[in-house]
């Protein structure tokens, strides 16, 4: 499986950004594609999540913290996953990483290279 994110930046709080990530490779209709985040000396942590790009469901997860504000979607024709994140606020700031898994929140094998997100106060 090979995932490329892209469409970091830096923005100020307040402002939107939306991220999107690409994949091929083996990816099943059981995957779930999902967004992460990790601040330097901190644990990486769940964003949202989405099934893959092989089923035909669109139910959507979020972090508590995300909430209102992000939202995921994706585009099964163009194998693609998107994040698209408004209200950011100077805590969203982190490399966003997207994934591919086994279940919602956990169990990810698959993981892109990261894109930078820098919110400004």
């Known amino acids: 499986v090979q995932l490329q994110a892209s469409g970091g930046g830096l923005v100020q709080a307040g402002d939107s950004l939306r991220l999107s990530c690409s994949a091929s490779?083996?990816?099943?209709?059981?995957?779930?594609m999902g967004w992460f985040r990790q601040v330097p000396g901190k644990e990486r942590e769940f964003v949202a999540s989405?099934?893959?790009?092989?089923?035909?469901?669109?139910?959507?997860y979020y972090a508590d913290s995300v909430k209102g504000r992000f939202t995921v979607s994706k585009d099964n024709a163009k194998k693609t996953v998107d994040l698209q994140m408004n209200s950011l606020k100077p805590e969203d700031t982190a490399v966003y990483y997207c994934?591919?898994?086994?279940?919602?929140?956990?169990?990810?094998?698959?993981w892109g290279q990261g894109t930078l997100v820098t919110v400004s106060s």
């Open positions: 994934a591919v898994g086994r279940s919602t929140r956990s169990d990810y094998d698959y």
């Open positions: 490779g083996r990816i099943f209709s059981s995957h779930f």
């Open positions: 989405i099934p893959s790009t092989r089923s035909s469901r669109s139910d959507t």
